[in-house]
């Protein structure tokens, strides 16, 4: 199976643009669909791009999502940051039948 | 609106068992996969195990296999986990989570509020 893999943490100020990446191990990053949830301290997660790039209902376009094959990576870019967006972000991929949802190492977002 | 309402969470000693229940609604319950994702302090998601709108093939974590087992009462709208044989590192909180697709593995579009578990 392959890992998803994180940064840490990203910081940026309110209004500013952040991108999150999250890279696979192993296997191209185009061979099974990338999802992304977003987790608000004390909450359950709640889904924000399936399908590498679209957007649930209710979901502000504000986050969008894209994967990159020359890097085999997935993105995440949140665009003009507000506080409420301070929360942990994490990527999910499906590996196989018997494996279906690989997390990513989650990323906190910190709003200046 | 889609309500995943899970309980059964607490306490429990080592080698002890646990069983978890998750009552769903506001969806045509046996139409969707379930799976249960945990989650340890201050940790990232590991997803648990899994199974089928209709009952059938339940799926698990490696670090879980031969001590989970995951089953739905589709009359009752609910998810259940068996746990057993419990260690210290099964000590999390522990989501329901709906699929989005009735065969799983697509992506997971509502979770419940989680029941913690601590094995001590």
């Known amino acids: 199976n392959f890992m998803l893999t994180q940064p840490h943490s990203v910081s940026e100020s309110p209004g500013k643009t952040v991108t999150i990446s999250c890279t696979r191990s192993?296997?191209?990053?185009?061979?099974?669909?990338v999802q992304w949830y977003q987790q608000r301290p004390g909450s359950p997660p709640t889904p924000l791009i399936y399908?590498?790039?679209?957007?649930p209902a209710g979901v502000p376009d504000r986050f969008s999502g894209s994967i990159d094959r020359s890097s085999n990576s997935a993105s995440l870019t949140i665009s003009g940051l507000k506080t409420e967006d301070e929360a942990d972000y994490y990527c999910?991929?499906?590996?196989?039948?018997?494996?279906?949802?690989?997390f990513g190492s989650g990323t906190k977002v910190t709003v200046l | 609106e889609v309500q995943l309402l899970e309980s059964g969470g607490g306490l429990v000693q080592p080698g002890g068992s646990l069983r978890l229940s998750c009552g769903a609604s506001?969806?045509?319950?046996?139409?969707?996969?379930m799976s249960w994702v945990r989650q340890t302090a201050g940790k990232g998601l590991e997803w648990v195990s899994s199974?089928?709108?209709?009952?059938?093939?339940?799926t698990y974590a490696d670090s879980v296999k031969g001590r989970f087992t995951i089953s739905r009462d589709n009359s009752n709208n609910t998810l259940h986990l068996q746990m057993s044989s419990l260690t210290a590192d099964d000590t999390a909180v522990y989501y329901c989570?709906?699929?989005?697709?009735?065969?799983?593995?697509?992506?997971?579009?509502?979770w419940g509020q989680g029941t913690p578990v601590t094995v001590s």
């Open positions: 989570a709906k699929d989005a697709s009735e065969y799983g593995g697509y992506y997971l579009d509502y």
């Open positions: 199974i089928s709108g209709s009952g059938g093939s339940p």
């Open positions: 506001g969806f045509t319950f046996s139409h969707y996969a």
């Open positions: 192993s296997g191209p990053i185009a061979n099974n669909y």
């Open positions: 399908e590498d790039k679209y957007r």
């Open positions: 999910q991929s499906y590996a196989d039948s018997d494996n279906p949802f690989v």
